[in-house]
């Protein structure tokens, strides 16, 4: 069977050979590398989920294009409950590591390229559809992972592509020559490029016809040659390394700058090449389908923030403190209208030409909208309700330390019966959920800016329906 | 066939006899009295539409109970396509008339007592259900219209119902007879009990065994005796009455209290009588419903009142005014998102042992409470788009006037080619939608007070999953 | 004594003779029209505090300019203590009498021209300054209340003055003769122009070279020929006409659109006249004075607001109820908020080259932005605590029915001990707070609309100096 | 003179040897650790401000206690004038450093022992407050930085002080002996401790009868035999450390938890003891005085942030974009709020019976409640308007590196002419600002926990007199 366990996942990764620099030095094993195993463990829990009692029935579908059995993460929403399963899959995923998967990108990429490659082909009559399909089918077969490369690093924001002074500020098409094609640029904010086997590029933007160069779509391996993935920094980020206070003992996440230095791409790994007006519709719809995701796992993410915050209640003894008990019914009512704008996005989705479904925009941007807003308001919440030590906690060495570790066991207990360690633990991942910025800046800016959405929900609405609504009951006719 | 006109709808209504006053007097018309007939009218819209080409497929349906056709507002949900249908015709509706069209709260009491009635009976070996069907299927057969009689007047909120000085400041049975009970009490906040043909009554909470006369559930016609309606004053309550200045043209709304003087009650037509564990599952059930409705019809309002905001900012020449389009964002997101997670609830509902569909209650709640506190939002920013005139436009009987009349219509022009009477319409209907209390007060109140939505959140979601989902993560054993 | 008391001001009314309308009918007496009249008592409270024990200290002051007391609304600050004290002044009589008391405009008119007419005699050698202050002599002496003519009607809103379809849109001058000016146009929300003795025009916005002859600012009196006043509907109008369920017994508001039909302004009377520049200065004086006076007057309505909020937990039996009482702490910090900053915007004045003392802009209009969105916030939650009675109590005339009223007297009870009458017209005065909208619509559109607050405070902040900070930080040499 | 340059405080500090903990290891030179460095700098920056031009003169006044001049950080309030400098300094200083200065705390603690020893002994003919005035001249003589050990670690917030099942998880007194006496206890989130001379111990909430051993307050050395710093972890701690992608290149901030392990106090330093009732009282004063401090340097820190904001604009070419401008009125609207708010309530100062000025609780806390809310706000737009690269910047030493390097800079480029570095390093002082967690979490935390602000605008607003108004105008005698 094609599809992989935790393990295999690893070991398929351990085969790459990516071109990685991290904080000024090349680092060639990646796998092992603490701070990139963390985050390599939060996907490795799509590919485990897919095996475990309770997860497997919803992880594991039947592929229609390869007639398998397929971890759904591969799989383009072929029926509502395709949709709906991808926003319930995400919320019990971003539950359980309590950050970012980071595998749901390339899904989102599969699902807007099996949109829009047919509609391309049906326009200008190319073969991007069927080229994808068979892309597709070696996903599928192999269970891979793979990235979204939309994001480019933009130079002036205040002009076109064509118009910058460094025409690579958007990742664009250098060369084309008889088997294939040369691009250059750079993708900023790679959620999960490490942790993938494939890279999709998609462009970040609609084209105008000068920009004809910048509307180009393909995947490629992760380590082909040119592509170079820059580890940045994030807040927590040396704690991974130094193997200590790291709050989530588990998981996180890594979003790497990936730069495209004159990169072969074959033809038949090209989805789109100078179709511009088609550029739009790709990240458009890459956008929503990314929205909805976020509504699934994000609202997850709020429920392992609401567990920390209860169990923090429990180990500091207040419990029944009427406006910490308020504090928390605001973080669940913020997951649940993420999760059911997403929800609602999913079940009114709408079967496309390809046979791709796709989910209500504007119910996507609405839960988008959320995110972007009250992310931010449930980790305040979550740090009024756990408490100072948030911020300034002893490192666990101070507790090893024969001098003062017993003075901090002492002096850190809480309630009555509670392991002092547990609540250290406790309050070291609380730190973790609400103040690591790789995965909460995400909330903001992943699947586009605050503005995006809004935008987005202004086209979508219907606008003469509502003025003709008011103009009936105002009594003028129309 | 059993549906109603619009017109069938208002020719039954004048059959009934009810007991009504309204500022000090008695009304005997009610179908004519310009102020009510306004309210009956948006009630009225719910039986048009049955019949409306574009409407009538997702009004109509067939009534597996009586095996014909159905207005959908006589129908308590048999699957999960009636649930979404609940919220979808009330957006529709709630678009169409601009405000409450107070059809709904009864078919919410009849959707609680087909899944609670069954429930008692199994416990308790009694034939509330089947009682409860023969009252359903005149329901439907005849295509009747139900108020329903929730909210206690309650006198001191500190004390239970059997506590309080006055015991009837909760409806209770005084008198329990051969051939029936006989009630008394007051019901507050009856929406459209004078566009109805029968009054539900439902305990207004969860009652003591000591507090059993109050755990009392029955149906009634209106015009029973004993039963006397008083009409309340809303803010605009006098515009219909001096027949000007009335903004929306069309519909309106009241909500009388209702007094319970010592009520005849046969015996079939009672639902619950002294079953103390019971009364609150059915205020449970009525209101998780009603907060479902709500997400549908308040999402059509704001609809109308987006569409109110837009005409407006032509009016005025406004249109490409960036602040206000950010504004116009922020009230249809707010639509979308009451909209979203009462659609999610529906989509996400069960099957109860009775064979009704329930709702979600976690996501029906967060969606309640968005109304709670973004209806008043939407309100703001409404009459922030259209403009102070909203508070002390010139009456219509001003621009009648020889003298004044041509200089009003000279000033409050607008935007060239757009017709004054047009913009004077216009404000006024901002004026209706924005700050008429009987319907934007049920913003807040409706389906129980904001604490109540929440503490139902609180309630109904899995705190322990939540707690173990972070004890994983940091490490803690469990 | 100069000094009017309460009586002398509403006789001093008396010999006034306004062209009034109102729904389509000409007032002659205004003073005893009863809607008119509750508009005048809250303007008669300035007068009323001049003379109270415990208020006359903070309302009376001396004039510099006729070396006698005065009653501080007709001082234009000329000191620290002068700016402090029109905001204290401010909330106490905004806390007195629940409502606007319709004087400070016409202060803050005083105010503006006090500084912008010496500006302009700077520059361009004109009298302007003397000529104000002989009315502004006038005024002292006669303890007048004057109204603040700035809103124009605006037509087309895409359009400046001089570009719409009619020039009249704006006020301008149509004619200039060697005894004066005649000038035409309308004003709309003319606050409290029926309880003045004179207008004062100010231009509504800045103006361009071609605008120049809507460059104009005058005062006469509110009996002018010519002078029109409208009065337009708000939405309890019609309770203190029909004399009952007025909720606030006292005080009331009025602002009628103001209509000047070609009326003649003798030279001595005109205070700019065409020097365009200073169009633009005189309104955002104005405005930044009146968004000060908000800060004073909105935050004494709150706690109204609050009293009667505590009081109706206390009628209710809710006085222990948690989130009650945090919602009451919402309401108090909001009014502290508005204090605050409208305070502090006071004691940081400067002194302008006229002598006259001017406010801090930025703290000034952060005091109005908080109006703008938190005064809604305050009326919702004002009508949570209260309940849902609020939008529907019976009225007063059904009380006093034999019949039925003994039933609601019984029915309305709320707390043992608490008469049920005082309950009910505690819930009249919560629907007069919450829901009318004379007053509530002051709130965002009163000294300009948000926008406008939000556009003054970037322009009067120092960005520079925030961006150098910055870079010092980020060790960028500047 | 006794003011100290910034030089000077930095030597003096060396002169002490306090124990201090870090990661598990022992610290033996606190002022040359590159971590702990920083934060005395930001300490230092307070003294360097005395004699700086354009500083000194708000920085510096004349002590009535010692008749010298005497830097304001250790003044305790004589006068409006010097309260209102307090909110001044700390937002020049706030803007300055961009983090926290950590020197108001010391003087807090001053400014509440100034008050309440003075009460105490005129209760109970004690001598505290001559012991404090030794102590305050011997702190201006030698212009120290006090540090203020007042929140205790707790342990079961349901218990009190003397019903913990570990006695000592509030600070109290262990033994009293004819020379003084011993405490133990430990202090957590001790802002600056290792960037102080003295630690002044209060305690941090009201006492009862029972819990006497805890209604101590002293003054102490950093360096006294059984103090303890252990040095916790912040999201950004390790950055300093390596000497690489620091942010704010000048300043930062820490708060070790501060542990006492039976450390004698002669009398002279103790400032209470066993005085129950004003354990409460002291904590009082105390806390809203540093909210009042926050409401200065939290402003400064806005401004800071604008700054940092417009500067990401400028380089990032979206200057004109208009929702961005209209997100740095949002941001600059709050700082304005937390200023106005803050300033105010020491403008409405009142002086003391011991002569020192107490600012106005209720403004203070109202300026507190925003910081607790706002200031994340702020943060996450400020993360907005920079873009995503906050969360994942490549590090400088990517810079460095011969292989990445140009492709680094080549592609992180913004705007013309502007220098990649610089958009560099203002992106690092933008995730600083907006993600480092010893500083955000003081917006929550600081100066008490969100709810206790909350609990005191209630106890000192006059609930009864809003109650009278509202009753006055609903027309019920009282």
């Known amino acids: 069977m094609a599809i992989k366990t935790r393990e295999e996942y690893i070991e398929s990764l351990r085969k790459l050979k990516p071109v990685v620099y991290m904080f000024g030095e090349r680092v060639t094993n990646v796998v092992d590398n603490p701070r990139l195993r963390a985050g390599i463990e939060a996907t490795a829990a799509t590919y485990e ?5 309770g997860a497997r029935d919803s992880m594991v579908t039947m592929s229609p294009l390869i007639g398998e059995p397929v971890n759904r993460y591969t799989l383009p929403p072929a029926s509502i409950d395709d949709l ?8 019990m995923l971003g539950k359980r590591v309590g950050t970012c998967f980071q595998r749901c990108t390339g899904l989102d990429c599969l699902s807007a390229l099996s949109i829009v490659t047919y509609d391309v082909d049906q326009k200008y009559g ?9 892309f597709l089918k070696y996903v599928q077969k192999n269970d891979l992972t793979c990235n979204a490369g939309v994001t480019d690093v933009k130079g002036d924001r205040s002009l076109n592509p064509s118009e910058q002074e460094d025409k690579d500020m958007y990742l664009r098409v250098v060369e084309k020559r008889a088997d294939g094609i040369v691009v250059r640029g750079a993708k900023a904010h790679q959620t999960g490029s490490l942790n993938a086997h494939e890279i999709i590029v998609l462009p970040t933007r609609a084209m105008r016809k000068e920009d004809k160069d910048y509307a ?11 592509i170079v993935h820059v580890v940045g920094r994030s807040t927590l980020d040396m704690r991974e390394l130094q193997g200590c206070d790291i709050g989530n003992t588990l998981y996180s996440k890594n979003c ?3 730069i495209f230095n004159d990169v072969f791409v074959p033809w038949d790994r090209v989805f789109l090449c100078g179709e511009t007006e088609f550029a739009g519709d790709l990240v458009v719809r890459f ?8 509504g699934g796992c994000k609202s997850g993410k709020i429920d392992c923030m609401c567990g920390a915050a209860l169990t923090m209640m429990d180990y500091n003894g207040t419990g029944k403190i009427s406006h910490l008990r308020q504090k928390i019914i605001d973080m669940i009512y ?4 993420l999760y059911g704008c997403s929800i609602a996005a999913s079940y009114e989705g709408k079967k496309q030409p390809s046979g791709t479904y796709y989910i209500d925009a504007v119910l996507a941007n609405a839960s988008k909208i959320h995110e972007g807003r009250e992310m931010a308001e449930v980790a305040r919440m979550l740090v009024d309700i756990a408490g100072g030590f948030v911020c300034d906690l002893p ?3 101070d507790l090893d330390n024969p001098e003062i570790g017993p003075l901090i066991k002492k002096y850190l207990k809480g309630a009555t019966g509670v392991p002092v360690e547990e609540r250290i633990k406790m309050l070291r991942l609380v730190e973790k959920l609400a103040l690591e910025s790789a995965d909460s800046v995400s909330d903001i800016h992943g699947g586009g800016s605050p503005e995006a959405h809004r935008i987005s929900i202004m086209r979508d609405s219907d606008l003469e329906s509502k003025k003709n609504a008011a103009k009936r009951l105002a009594g003028i006719k129309k």
């Open 126 to 134: 190319t073969n991007y559809n069927s080229r994808f399909l068979e």
């Open 84 to 91: 709906v399963a991808r926003v319930k899959n995400n919320r």
């Open 216 to 226: 180009v779509a393909f995947a490629m391996p992760t380590d082909t040659p040119g």
């Open 395 to 397: 490192s666990d060495k």
């Open 256 to 258: 790497p700058t990936v």
């Open 334 to 337: 913020r997951a649940e209208t």
């Open 49 to 53: 989920a897919a095996h475990r009692e």
């Open 287 to 294: 956008s929503a389908f990314h929205r909805q995701s976020h």
